[in-house]
């Protein structure tokens, strides 16, 4: 009996630390999985905040100046990501646009140039089909600098 009294003892205190060092375990990865948790979540506030910003920056009118320096930093981009489609004076005449049957905007009309700044800020980085957006590629203040060369253009239509 006594042997019967030990062994079931025996059993319930290894029953109670089996489940307290799992219990420990359990709630020590726990803890391991909320630490990993804590930068993921970080850098998802992080990536929300950035694009509250790059929201925003569309809202208000164009922070940066129209200056030498805005439009040539804008016509480098232009002639890289949008010259293709859009022609090299903005006109919807790329060689691209041509061959694929695009139908680009002519920059230089009426139709864009009426645009506002959040309007022409919003399509130039989230993009309209076929059209790639340049978020991801280029930062808020290029793409200012490209809006800012976009409306340029119109001073150059004939």
């Not at 439009?71 to 090299?88: Q, V, W």
């Not at 905007?105 to 959040?118: F, P, Y």
């Not at 399509?123 to 600098?145: H, V």
């Amino acid at each position: 009996m006594k042997m019967i009294v030990a062994l079931v003892a025996f059993a319930v205190v290894g029953i109670t630390v089996g489940y307290g060092r799992e219990g420990a375990v359990r709630s020590g990865s726990h803890q391991v999985q909320q630490e990993r948790q804590k930068p993921a979540e970080a850098q998802s506030k992080a990536e929300e905040k950035q694009a509250a910003m790059s929201a925003d920056a569309g809202k208000s009118a164009n922070p940066v100046k129209a200056t030498a320096e805005s439009l040539a930093s804008g016509k480098k981009f232009y002639g890289t990501d949008c010259e293709l489609c859009h022609g090299k004076e903005g006109a919807g005449d790329g060689d691209t646009s041509v061959e694929l049957k695009l139908n680009a905007k002519d920059l230089r009309g009426s139709a864009v140039q009426g645009m506002t700044d959040e309007e022409m800020y919003k399509i130039i980085s989230k993009g309209k089909k076929p059209m790639l957006g340049e978020e991801g590629r280029l930062d808020e203040r290029e793409i200012w600098n490209l809006l800012n060369y976009v409306r340029s253009l119109a001073k150059i239509k004939t």
